[in-house]
């Protein structure tokens, strides 16, 4: 089955403590991209990626990390995480900007 | 700085109405617009997609049309049925090397048997 899959789903951490949520996708997608979506805000871009080891910054890239070392995996690393981080992340790809994206379930995030 | 509204922030209809949900952006140089619906504590799905040189796209029960010189798009949904309840999101990516992706608020969708 095509999908995007995000690890984890949920998850309750600490302001410091780093962490990494995963991303995957089966289709060979090009293009992949996260998104943090909050209450009144709506859904805002963090980073995205155009192909292996071609990333760029979204609307609001301060605090994370990505990397793409292979073309299915996109991960997004919270170095010190604070509590403003705290949001509903998910992560889409496609397979190339003409097309349309495809989303994963989301990992909903609380930093205390 | 591209911007992406959708009015109404909310809608309530009975069910087998026809209705259309508006969204608009401010800088009419972009390269497609996608429309989604979310449910509830769940991801986005994808509906329609319209390259910025097309002017609607169908898809059973669904049309989104664009006019990119107004910076408007419209998802019409014919004969509504109550599991069409859910948040409508319209999201514009930006035209030219760039591959950023701007979403709308959403409209809340709630149609009633």
């Known amino acids: 089955e095509a999908q995007v899959t995000q690890n984890p789903r949920y998850l309750i951490t600490v302001t410091g403590k780093k962490l990494t949520v995963t991303c995957s996708q089966n289709?060979?997608?090009?293009?992949m991209s996260w998104y943090r979506q909050d209450p009144g805000l709506g859904l805002r871009q963090i980073y995205y990626s155009m192909n292996v080891e071609v990333t760029d910054k979204g609307d609001v890239p301060e605090g994370y990390k990505v990397s793409r070392k292979e073309k299915r995996n996109f991960p997004l690393i919270l170095e010190s995480p604070s509590p403003n981080q705290t949001s509903l992340y998910f992560c889409?790809?496609?397979?190339?900007?003409?097309?349309?994206?495809?989303f994963g379930p989301g990992t909903r995030l609380t930093v205390t | 700085k591209q911007e992406v509204t959708q009015i109404p922030a909310a809608l309530s209809v009975p069910e087998g109405e026809n209705l259309v949900l508006n969204c608009s952006f401010t800088?009419?140089?972009?390269?497609?617009l996608q429309w989604f619906r979310q449910d509830p504590g769940k991801g986005l799905t994808s509906l329609l997609l319209?390259?910025?040189?097309?002017r609607e796209q169908t898809s059973g029960r669904l049309n989104a049309s664009l006019d990119k010189s107004s910076g408007r798009s419209t998802l019409y949904i014919a004969a509504s049925q109550p599991g069409d309840s859910a948040t409508y999101l319209c999201a514009v990516r930006r035209g030219g090397s760039n591959y950023k992706l701007t979403f709308g608020k959403g409209t809340l969708l709630t149609v009633n048997p």
């Open positions: 319209i390259q910025s040189s097309q």
């Open positions: 889409a790809s496609s397979l190339s900007r003409n097309y349309e994206q495809y």
């Open positions: 289709m060979n997608h090009e293009y």
């Open positions: 800088d009419s140089a972009i390269y497609n």
